[in-house]
């Protein structure tokens, strides 16, 4: 999850420079700040943090002494969350038992975080709108517990970071990947395309691809996603230049999970220098087959002979892999009036149907 929160903060540009370069990032100074105590008399509270306006790329921390607390928030429009949100949305919450949790190497996020012991909740925001947010927690331990909060416009820094990053020292070359889906399926091609800044290397590029995958666990008490340790292979890729000067390739993954694509490079550039450079995509998830649908035809037919056509016979050939129960539906369209038909609705074993 740690990294899952940073994408939604970094951009593609920032992750892969980060690897070579940490980039010099000041935080501004906290947007809002607030801070109450629970206790067993007052085992409940909230604070209030105001943004006057939409802040891109941002980030709350929420710090509390007691790790059991119940911690959620009310967003402007009226939702609540807790840390069961799903990833896959506008906001990202991770909970950290220690700041340092959220760092990866060459990076330390955890430096723009608050100081002090407690549990981290950390909610990664794509875009922060603007409005009021609640924040909300309870505790049942007998001992004071402080409750701390504070929202940090992350992406101003960013945009100023990343606008330097995009200038290349002469004689230095930076490798970047550019940005896959959040999401496929097993067997669709994924074409990985890199590309250089900086000096202009020669066609002679040796590259090796690793593939970083996690499996994905079914779901905690809590309904939070968990995933399995992750573990690399290396694949044979071939990589052809193009006329703008990247270099592509396809792969086809042939497993479910989070997939990260590690990409290791090395060549000269024209001006007979050496290099040695490392990228890595973003993570998205491989979705597990369960069925394919292979083709798809019709027949008119006149069942009488008397020259009219009375039904339309539709047959669908589908590779079934995983069994289960399969729904099939279309719509047809005769002059302007659409017809819904169920064709199918019963259980298939793994095989090809029709």
């Not at 999850?1 to 593609?12: G, K, V, Y």
């Not at 891109?56 to 009310?74: L, Q, R």
């Not at 100081?115 to 875009?127: I, R, S």
């Not at 069994?323 to 047809?332: A, D, E, T, V």
Request: aromatic fraction near 6%; glycine fraction near 6%.
């Amino acid at each position: 999850m740690r990294d899952l929160s940073l994408a939604i903060l970094l951009s593609t540009s920032l992750l892969h420079a980060q690897q070579r370069r940490p980039p010099a990032i000041t935080l501004p100074a906290a947007k809002t700040q607030g801070q109450i105590t629970l206790s067993r008399s007052n085992p409940s509270g909230e604070i209030e943090i105001t943004l006057d306006a939409d802040e891109e790329a941002s980030f709350f921390d929420i710090v509390i002494t007691d790790p059991k607390a119940n911690v959620s928030m009310t967003l402007p429009d009226g939702r609540r969350i807790d840390e069961t949100v799903d990833p896959r949305g506008n906001i990202t919450w991770t909970k950290l038992n220690r700041a340092s949790d959220m760092d990866s190497p060459g990076f330390r996020l955890s430096s723009f975080l608050l100081p002090g012991e407690g549990t981290h909740h950390f909610l990664a925001f794509e875009k922060a709108a603007r409005g009021v947010y609640r924040i909300h927690a309870e505790t049942t331990q007998a001992a004071s517990v402080l409750l701390t909060a504070r929202f940090t416009p992350f992406g101003r820094s960013l945009d100023d970071a990343i606008s330097r990053l995009s200038e290349v020292p002469p004689g230095e070359v930076v490798l970047d990947i550019s940005p896959l889906p959040s999401e496929c399926f097993m067997g669709d091609p994924i074409d990985l395309v890199a590309s250089f800044r900086g000096d202009p290397v020669t066609d002679e590029v040796t590259f090796e691809v690793r593939l970083e995958y996690q499996d994905i666990l079914p779901r905690d008490s809590r309904k939070l996603r968990q995933f399995g340790p992750p573990t690399v292979e290396q694949v044979p890729i071939v990589f052809t230049r193009g006329p703008d000067g990247s270099f592509r390739s396809r792969l086809i993954p042939q497993r479910s999970g989070l997939l990260r694509i590690g990409v290791h490079a090395s060549g000269t550039t024209t001006s007979g220098l050496p290099f040695s450079e490392e990228a890595s995509s973003n993570r998205f998830e491989i979705h597990r087959e369960v069925a394919r649908l292979k083709s798809l035809s019709e027949t008119a037919v006149d069942t009488d002979g008397s020259g009219t056509l009375d039904r339309l016979d539709i047959t669908a050939r589908v590779d079934v892999v995983i069994p289960g129960r399969y729904l099939i539906q279309f719509l047809i369209k005769d002059s302007g009036q659409s017809v819904g038909t169920r064709i199918a609705n019963k259980t298939w074993r793994p095989e090809t149907r029709a």
